[in-house]
Structures are given as C-alpha cells and as structure tokens.
C-alpha cells in the first residue's frame, strides 16, 4: 500500500471492453491501493486478468444510480441527454467515504464512473480509456445481444458525456491504440498526470502488465 498522504484518489472509467481492467492494474502497480484482496471482484473467464474493482463499492454506487446500461440480458439502451442521477440521500455519499476511508482505497474502476462523479471529492483525479468501437463491439456487444446500431450510438454517447465530465474535473482520457503504438510515452502521461516521479516508475513491470493483453 501506498502511504504517501498527497496522492489523490483515483478514479479510472471506460466504456466496458474498453481497457479499464487493464488500466486500474496499471495504476496500482504505480503504487495506489484499490483496496484490501478480498474486497476485489476475482478474475474469471471473462476477464482472466483481473477486475481490480471494489465490490462494496461498485454495489453502493449502483444501487444508488439508475440501472447501469448493458445490463446483463438487457438491450442496449441510449444514454439520457440529462445528468445521470444519483440519490439526493446524503447518506449514500457518505457510505461511499466511508468505505474508501475505511479499506484506504487510493484507486476505484468502475465503467460507469464518469456518471456518478458527483459521489466522490471534487479533488479526485479521473483517468479514462477510450478505444475504437469496432475493436469493442466484438467483445461486449454481441455476446449482450445488441445490434452493431445500438452499440455505435452508445458508445458515441458515452464518448460525449466523457467529454463533458472532463470540463469539471480533473480528467486525463488515454487511447487503449496508444499503448500499442508507444507505452512509453503513455506511462509518462499517467506519472505526471498523477504527480508521480519518472524515477519511481518500472516501466519494464509495468510493460508486463500490458503484454499479455495488448492484442484481446
């Protein structure tokens, strides 16, 4: 676990299949805690590396937001034009800081976060993954049963509510085809993003971390 009392609390979001297992994995390799082991949500066939969510978490946030989309079974539904919403009851955002005081989470994944930005502090540091639909579609939106249609206009509205979160905090949105193409570069972004020295950083650990997923 990382001590230092300076670092901000990290929130990394994406659309789902979009590389933000990857990236939440990257980040506490960095040197953020996502919270104690048996809080986090255990790799599967669907995701053999990892979730690295808080599971307390991820319920109370969902539980108190509208019904994520792409639930399981459910049809594709478009984003509102409207703010998500979360419940007005004070005591959700206060069960959230709980939690995140409690366990000393310095890092929470979830891919609906951009939405529900309202229940963390306002000094929080958000990273979100973007990647090309057409690399995502295969992965998710078939096996949810949604055309590619509905898929496409999702995504596109989910890309534009990213858009809008970010000019209310403090946001750095990274491509998935960018770690590809230089990961260097990549993790320099993150370091200075979140204040870190370059010096402290192993970029050959944090390469590992990447490979085995660079081509899913």
């Not at 809080?39 to 307390?56: C, D, I, T, V």
């Not at 993954?129 to 995502?136: A, G």
């Amino acid at each position: 676990m990382n001590s230092k009392k300076e670092l901000p609390l990290v929130l990394v979001g994406g659309f789902p299949r979009s590389g933000t297992s990857f990236l939440c994995n990257l980040v506490v390799e960095m040197g953020f805690y996502p919270g104690p082991k048996r809080m986090l949500r255990k790799a599967s066939q669907y995701n053999p590396f990892g979730f690295w969510e808080h599971e307390l978490l991820q319920r109370t946030l969902w539980h108190a937001s509208c019904t994520p989309y792409f639930d399981a079974g459910q049809k594709a539904e478009l984003l509102p034009d409207g703010p998500i919403p979360i419940e007005k009851d004070v005591s959700v955002v206060k069960r959230i800081h709980e939690i995140v005081h409690r366990d000393q989470v310095e890092v929470y994944k979830d891919g609906f976060l951009p939405f529900l930005y309202r229940a963390f502090p306002a000094a929080s540091k958000y990273i979100i993954i973007r990647r090309d639909s057409h690399e995502i579609f295969p992965a998710y939106g078939r096996n949810k049963g949604v055309s590619l249609k509905e898929f496409q206009q999702a995504h596109a509205k989910y890309c534009y509510w990213v858009g809008r979160m970010s000019q209310n905090v403090q946001t750095l949105i990274v491509h998935y085809q960018a770690f590809r193409d230089d990961f260097g570069s990549e993790i320099m972004h993150i370091a200075g993003f979140l204040g870190l020295a370059l010096a402290g950083v192993d970029r050959k650990r944090l390469r590992e971390v990447f490979r085995p997923r660079e081509e899913r």
